[in-house]
């Protein structure tokens, strides 16, 4: 079945304990990206990448590192978790191409909370 | 720079009555547009995307959209709710292969009401 697959899908931890969000999608998609979802401001993207050992930011990436060392692997770092990063968040993927729409396929979701 | 307005965070309607949800769309470049739905504790599915073939888009569980390029609008409509349509949903803009970057609206909370 194809998925984009997160974990873990819900998380507590304390300001400042480094953790690590995994994605990983068995679409061989180059394609994939981050999105954190806050109440009244939608989907906001944090990082994406469009190929192995090829990231950039987003619109807020600010507090957060990704790594694309494997096409498949995606994982979102959070090195030093701060109560503003409480929130939900997604992992996408797609292909890329000159005919492709964009359309992204996501992961169910990670609620973080951090104390 | 592209960017999307849904207009109406919150919508209720009655079981039976017609949806509109609204979307309007800013892109300099033809745009691919998507609806997407998120029901309670899920990720993101999606319901329909325009891709420049035919302007009206039929999507599932009976959705559609229509694209009008005019009014740069993309609104999403059912003819007759269903309790089991009550979710977010979300438009969002795209240029495609360009950068692949798809960007979203706030997202408008459906109610159904029996």
């Known amino acids: 079945e194809a998925q984009v697959t997160q974990n873990p899908r819900y998380l507590i931890t304390v300001t400042g304990k480094k953790l690590t969000v995994t994605c990983s999608q068995n679409m061989n998609h180059e394609y994939m990206s981050w999105y954190r979802q806050d109440p009244g401001l939608g989907l906001r993207q944090i990082y994406y990448s469009m190929n192995v050992e090829v990231t950039d930011k987003g619109d807020v990436p600010e507090g957060y590192k990704v790594s694309r060392k494997e096409k498949r692997n995606f994982p979102l770092i959070l090195e030093s978790p701060s109560p503003n990063q409480t929130s939900l968040y997604f992992c996408a993927s797609s292909f890329m191409g000159a005919q492709d729409t964009g359309e992204l396929f996501f992961g169910e979701g990670s609620r973080l909370t951090v104390l | 720079a592209q960017s999307v307005t849904q207009l109406g965070s919150h919508v209720s309607v009655s079981e039976g009555a017609l949806v509109l949800l609204r979307c309007n769309y800013s892109?300099?470049?033809?745009?691919?547009l998507f609806w997407y739905v998120q029901y309670p504790n899920q990720g993101l599915q999606l319901l329909l995307k325009y891709t420049s073939a035919a302007t009206l888009v039929k999507g599932i569980n009976g959705f559609e959209a229509e694209f009008k390029k005019s009014e740069t609008s993309f609104h999403l409509t059912k003819p007759s709710a269903h309790m089991s349509d009550a979710a977010e949903y979300f438009c969002a803009v795209s240029d495609g292969g360009a950068t692949n970057k798809l960007i979203f609206g706030t997202g408008t909370l459906l109610a159904v009401q029996p």
């Open positions: 892109s300099s470049v033809p745009p691919y």
